[in-house]
C-alpha cells in the first residue's frame, strides 16, 4: 500500500484509463446541500488559490486500463459530474472559455484512441443504476423520469445551473488543483482491503450500516465466491432494496437480525451483528459455495418475507390468503411487527404452520393495533415484545405440545399490561368517550373509519384511499365552529359537549360532499348533494336515520361504534391456557405492585379484567350504584380531592366516573389506587372484604 499527496484535477487527469466503482459500493449519495457545499468551496479556492483538504482516495490498479475507486467514490463523481456540465456548455457555448470542449472531454471524460474496443469508452463506470443514469446525462440523451428525479442528475443539474451563467470556465477546471486529497493506493496482492476501507475516515457522508454489509459482503477472498454471491444474491437484493434515492438494505437487515436473534438489533448494530452472523456460519470458509448459497439462500428468503410486508410484493402468489391484510398493516407505516411476522412466514413456508393459523395471526395482530390506536398507546416498548415474540410462543409450544401457534400469540397478547396491553372493551369504551381521536396521524383516523365499511370484503375503500382515487374527506359531523343553529340544536350545554365529544370518534366520519358545507347544520349535511342521504357508505347509515345531532345521538353513536370495533377487531378467543396458580386478595387491604390482575369480584359479582385502571374505573362505579351518596365525602377528605374531582382540570390523565360528576386519576400506581377505595368504603361502612382481586401467574 502506497499513499501520496495530490490533487483531484491531477488524479482525474489520466487520459487511457478507466475509472470503476465496485458493484460493493452504494449509489451516488449527494444531495443540494453537499453540492453546494463544495460549489462554495471551489469558488473560494478559484479567488483565492488556497488549499482545501477534500479527503482520500483509494484504489485498486488492475492492469493497465482500470483503475477500481474503493473509497472516494462520491467526491470523484461529483467532480466528473461537474466537468460533465461545463462540457455540455461548452459545447453549446465555446466562448465561455479559452479552454476547448474536446480538451475536457479527452482528459478528463472519455477515452477516444483507437486502441479501445470497447462501444462505451466514458472513463467512469459506476455501480449499477448509477452507471446507467450518467451514461444518459453524459450523452445528452432523452432523460427519462427516474434519471430526472435520481440524486446523480440533480447534482449534474445544479452545476449545469451555475456554470451557465459563468465566464471564464477553464478558471473552475483549473480551480480543481487546490482540492488536496490522500491518494491511497492498493497493490491487488495487499492483504484486506476490507479493513482499509472500514478505517478511512472520509469527508463524505457516513456510510449507512446497508453500506457496509454490501462492502464486506462484495470483498470475498475468493473471486469466483465473489462473482458467484454478486450475480446471484446481491443483485437481487439491491434490485429489490433500491429506488432512485431510497435504500431500505439497512432497515432489512435490522429486520432479519432481530428475526435471527430473537433481540431487539438497534440500527447502529446492524453490520456488527451480520458480520457476526456471516462468521458463525462461514467462518473461514469463503471459497466454500455451498455454505455461501446456504447463507444467502436463508437472507432471500427472508427478503421475500420482507418485500411482501414493506411493499406488499407476492409475485408468487404465496401470501394470498393474508394479501389484503398484509396491505392493511402495511398501511399504517407501522414495522415494529416485521420481525415477528418475518418468523411467521418462515414458519408457514416450512409447513410448520397452515393456512387458517397464518390468518388467525394476521388477524389477531390487525386487533391488537388497531384497538392501540382507538385507545392512543404509544409503541414504546413494542420493538422488543416482538422481536422475542417467536421465542415466546415457541417456548409454550414445546412446554404444550399440540398447542396452536395462533392459540399461544392470543393467550400472550390477552395476558399483556401496561404499555404492551390489548385493550379490552372498558378501555374501548372510555377512550370513544375521552380520546381526541382525530388529532391523531391521518393515515391511522381513515384506517380506523374506512374499516366500517372494509370489514366484510377486501379493503376496497381504504385501497382507493391510498391510491388517491376516492375523494373521500374526514368530517366533522358536528363541526369545530359552532354557529348558531347548532349551538341550538345541541341545547344549553353546548359548549361542554362540544368540548369533549369533538375530535372523539363517534363525532367523525367519512364524506364526499364539499369540505365548505362543514359548518352546515345536521340538517343540510345529511340533504345536500352527496350528503349523507346520498352516502352508500356503511359508517354513515347510521347517522342518516337521525332528525337531530345533540348529546343523545353522540352517546347511540358510542354504542354504535363499541359494536363495530367489536365486530371488525374482535379480542381474540384462544384454546391455550397454560396451567395458572390463582390468588385471590382483598383490593383495599393488600400490596398490589407489580401483581397480575385476572378478574375481579364487587359485592359477589365476579368480572374478567386483566387492566388495574379498568378495575379502578369499575370499583368508583359499582360504589356509586350501590351508595349514590358515597362521594359527598371526597369534598371533606384530606386525602380523597387529590384524586377526585368535580373537573378533569387538575388531573394528569382524568378519566370519567360514568353516572357521576366525578372524574379520578388514572395515573396512580396500584397501592394508590387501593388507598382511594380504602377510604371510600370506610365512608361508606362497606366491609374490605366486598371486594377482591383475583391474581394469576404462571406455575
Not at 215 to 244: D, G, P, Q
Not at 384 to 400: D, G, N, W
Request: proline share 3%.
Amino acid at each position: 500500500m502506497d499513499a501520496n499527496k495530490s490533487d483531484i484535477k491531477d488524479f482525474i487527469y489520466t487520459p487511457g484509463r478507466f475509472f470503476k466503482i465496485p458493484d460493493f459500493q452504494r449509489p451516488y449519495s449527494w444531495d443540494k446541500v453537499n453540492v453546494l457545499n463544495f460549489l462554495e468551496d471551489l469558488k473560494q479556492a478559484v479567488k483565492t488559490n488556497q488549499k482545501h483538504f477534500f479527503g482520500s482516495v483509494v484504489y485498486v490498479n488492475e492492469g493497465d486500463e482500470n483503475s477500481t475507486i474503493i473509497d472516494g467514490q462520491q467526491r470523484v463523481t461529483t467532480v466528473v459530474l461537474m466537468l460533465t456540465a461545463i462540457y455540455h456548455i461548452l459545447l453549446d457555448n465555446p466562448e465561455k472559455s479559452t479552454m476547448h470542449s474536446d480538451e475536457i472531454l479527452e482528459n478528463y471524460l472519455f477515452n477516444k484512441k483507437d486502441y479501445y474496443k470497447e462501444k462505451n469508452r466514458i472513463k467512469l463506470r459506476t455501480v449499477t443504476t448509477d452507471d446507467e443514469i450518467y451514461k444518459q446525462i453524459f450523452e445528452r440523451a432523452n432523460i427519462s423520469s427516474n434519471c430526472r428525479e435520481s440524486k446523480l442528475y440533480r447534482s449534474y443539474e445544479i452545476f449545469y445551473e451555475h456554470f451557465k451563467g459563468q465566464q471564464s470556465l477553464e478558471d473552475y477546471v483549473k480551480g480543481l488543483a487546490c482540492f488536496q486529497i490522500v491518494k491511497i493506493f492498493l497493490d491487488s496482492t495487499d492483504d484486506n482491503p476490507q479493513k482499509v476501507f472500514e478505517s478511512i475516515n472520509s469527508t463524505g457522508k457516513p456510510l449507512t450500516d446497508g453500506d457496509k454489509i454490501r462492502n464486506f459482503a462484495l470483498m470475498l477472498n475468493n473471486s469466483e465466491a465473489r462473482e458467484m454471491v454478486l450475480n446471484k444474491y446481491w443483485k437481487l437484493i439491491e434490485s429489490e432494496l433500491t429506488e432512485i434515492n431510497k435504500d431500505y438494505i439497512s432497515d432489512f437487515f435490522k429486520y432479519l437480525l432481530t428475526a435471527k436473534l430473537q433481540r431487539d438489533v438497534k440500527i447502529d448494530q446492524v453490520y456488527p451483528e451480520f458480520k457476526k452472523l456471516f462468521y458463525s456460519k462461514i467462518d473461514d470458509r469463503q471459497d466454500d459455495k455451498d455454505k455461501l448459497e446456504e447463507f444467502y439462500g436463508d437472507i432471500l428468503n427472508n427478503l421475500d418475507y420482507y418485500s411482501f410486508l414493506k411493499f406488499n410484493k407476492d409475485e408468487d402468489n404465496d401470501y394470498k390468503l393474508v394479501s389484503d391484510k398484509g396491505f392493511r398493516l402495511n398501511y399504517l407505516k407501522v414495522e415494529t411487527h416485521f420481525p415477528f411476522l418475518m418468523s411467521v412466514l418462515a414458519e408457514y413456508k416450512s409447513k410448520k404452520i397452515d393456512d387458517e393459523t397464518l390468518v388467525r395471526i394476521f388477524d389477531i395482530l390487525e386487533s391488537f393495533l388497531a384497538r392501540r390506536i382507538i385507545c392512543n398507546i404509544y409503541s414504546t416498548g413494542l420493538n422488543k415484545f416482538f422481536a422475542v415474540l417467536h421465542r415466546e410462543i415457541a417456548t409454550y409450544q414445546s412446554e404444550y405440545p399440540g398447542s396452536n401457534y395462533a392459540d399461544v400469540f392470543a393467550y400472550i397478547l390477552a395476558n399483556k399490561t401496561g404499555d404492551l396491553r390489548f385493550p379490552k372493551h372498558l378501555e374501548i369504551e372510555d377512550n370513544l368517550e375521552n380520546n381526541e381521536f382525530y388529532t391523531q396521524k391521518g393515515i391511522y383516523v381513515r384506517y380506523i373509519l374506512s374499516s366500517v365499511d372494509d370489514s366484510s370484503k377486501e379493503s376496497k375503500i381504504l385501497r382507493q384511499i391510498s391510491e388517491g382515487t376516492l375523494p373521500l374527506t374526514i368530517e366533522h359531523i358536528m363541526p369545530q365552529t359552532l354557529n348558531n343553529a347548532w349551538k341550538k340544536e345541541l341545547g344549553p350545554t353546548y359548549d361542554q359537549i362540544h368540548d369533549k365529544y369533538l375530535h372523539t370518534l363517534p363525532n367523525l366520519t367519512l364524506t364526499g360532499y364539499n369540505s365548505k358545507y362543514s359548518n352546515n347544520s345536521f340538517k343540510d349535511k345529511k340533504t345536500i348533494e352527496n350528503g349523507f342521504m346520498d352516502s352508500p357508505l356503511v359508517i354513515n347509515q347510521f347517522i342518516k336515520k337521525l332528525d337531530i345531532w345533540d348529546l343523545k345521538a353522540l352517546q347511540k353513536r358510542t354504542k354504535w361504534w363499541l359494536k363495530q370495533i367489536d365486530k371488525v377487531w374482535p379480542v381474540p378467543e384462544t384454546k391455550f391456557a397454560p396451567k395458572i396458580q390463582e390468588t385471590e386478595i382483598i383490593f383495599a387491604e393488600d400490596d398490589l405492585m407489580g401483581a397480575k390482575i385476572k378478574a375481579i369480584k364487587i359485592f359477589g359479582e365476579t368480572y374478567d379484567c386483566k387492566n388495574w385502571i379498568a378495575a379502578y374505573k369499575l370499583i368508583l362505579e359499582k360504589l356509586f350504584e350501590n351508595e349514590p351518596e358515597i362521594f359527598n365525602c371526597v369534598v371533606s377528605d384530606e386525602f380523597l380531592p387529590r384524586y377526585i374531582k368535580t373537573t378533569e382540570d387538575d388531573l394528569l390523565e382524568p378519566r370519567e366516573i360514568t353516572g357521576t360528576p366525578y372524574y379520578f386519576e388514572a395515573s396512580l400506581n396500584n397501592n394508590y389506587k387501593r388507598d382511594v377505595v380504602a377510604a371510600l368504603l370506610e365512608y361508606a361502612e362497606i366491609s374490605p372484604s366486598e371486594i377482591t382481586v383475583l391474581l394469576d401467574e404462571k406455575a
